[in-house]
């Protein structure tokens, strides 16, 4: 066989598809592995460079062949798509994978430690129990109003509206029986969701750069720790508009014929922290139009210009830029130096 320079990988849940090629570019390796063959298979070969799409379990993966010598290369799976030709299926992928990390101008995703992933996952499980939660309360709201009972909006009404349900002799025996386990299960959620929160603010501490990230108006703990869990190395990006852009929140360019053309926001990225930087957003901007003595000139001029809906999406850009500069120069926030030039702001979904 012909010495391998460059092997991608497609991989799934037990069937490993390879595409190998040469020096010269010529196809030297089609194979289709078994999870358990893969070690075995890596660990005769020569060391080399190995592609995988970037996925949860492409991060084990590269973490266990880059131990066995080989250099190993993530590639985002919507940069992969485009060099898959027709007919799509393991043995395409695994080509068009190949090519695809071969491109001069490639950008990889770098590797996560085992330690990254458990924050990571910590984050996921708290997130699964809001959702839990959220559905939880739907659900006893819903069956509430069947009985002609409604609450106000917020979780703080729940509790009351189940104390009012068991109370209520117009709901009959059944009723009230279930409503009250409803609400067990609610207050063990709510326990089970301290208890991931406490672990989560102990990990905020114990950070530098997440404490320092919490600061920043519109960042609290939650979004502080997200920043940092989800981003890669911020001297990878070359700007703070980089960044911004690999959020999310830069305006689509679909611009020709030298006539620039900005539509909505790519919406790229991580949903949950472009998610939370906006929701953060949202709630300066409360802040600004109920106190606006104590808010940014630079926010009440946004304000006056764009809808609030449009603002929150510029205040997050601005937002996610001064993140990264504390993140890549170990600044501590400050506020006199917020204000900056106007940034461009896409327009509505």
Not at 289 to 300: C, E, T, V
Request: proline share 5%; with cysteine; charged share 25%.
């Amino acid at each position: 066989m012909d010495q391998i320079t460059r092997i991608f990988i497609d991989t799934s849940k037990s069937v490993f598809q390879l595409h190998g090629v040469n020096e010269a570019e010529h196809v030297v390796l089609r194979r289709k592995l078994r999870r358990s063959e893969m070690i075995a298979f890596f660990t005769k070969l020569s060391p080399t460079v190995i592609g995988l799409e970037a996925c949860g379990a492409s991060h084990h993966w590269a973490r266990v062949l880059s131990g066995l010598g080989h250099e190993v290369k993530l590639v985002a799976p919507q940069h992969v798509k485009p060099y898959v030709k027709r007919n799509k299926n393991d043995g395409r992928d695994a080509e068009g994978g190949c090519e695809a990390m071969s491109r001069p101008t490639m950008g990889f995703v770098p590797v996560k430690t085992a330690e990254d992933q458990a924050a990571l996952m910590l984050m996921g499980v708290r997130e699964r129990l809001v959702r839990q939660r959220t559905q939880l309360t739907n659900a006893i709201r819903g069956h509430a109003a069947e009985f002609g009972l409604v609450a106000a909006r917020g979780l703080d009404k729940i509790e009351s509206l189940l104390a009012r349900l068991a109370d209520e002799g117009s709901v009959p025996p059944l009723a009230r029986d279930l409503f009250a386990e409803l609400g067990q299960e609610y207050a063990a959620l709510g326990e089970r969701l301290e208890a991931v929160e406490v672990r989560l603010r102990a990990w905020h501490r114990a950070d530098a750069d997440s404490r320092r990230l919490a600061k920043i108006p519109s960042v609290g703990p939650i979004g502080a720790c997200l920043l940092v869990m989800k981003t890669p190395d911020p001297n990878s990006f070359k700007s703070a508009r980089h960044f911004a852009a690999w959020i999310g929140l830069t305006p689509k360019d679909h611009s020709t014929a030298g006539k620039q053309r900005l539509g909505v926001i790519t919406r790229a990225g991580d949903e949950a922290l472009r998610s939370v930087l906006v929701s953060g957003a949202m709630a300066v901007i409360q802040q600004a139009q109920r106190r606006p003595d104590r808010a940014s000139p630079w926010l009440l001029d946004l304000l006056r210009r764009k809808s609030p809906k449009l603002a929150a999406v510029a205040l997050a850009n601005k937002t996610a830029r001064i993140a990264w500069k504390l993140m890549t120069t170990g600044q501590d926030y400050d506020p006199a130096r917020t204000r900056g030039e106007p940034i461009s702001i896409a327009k509505a979904a």
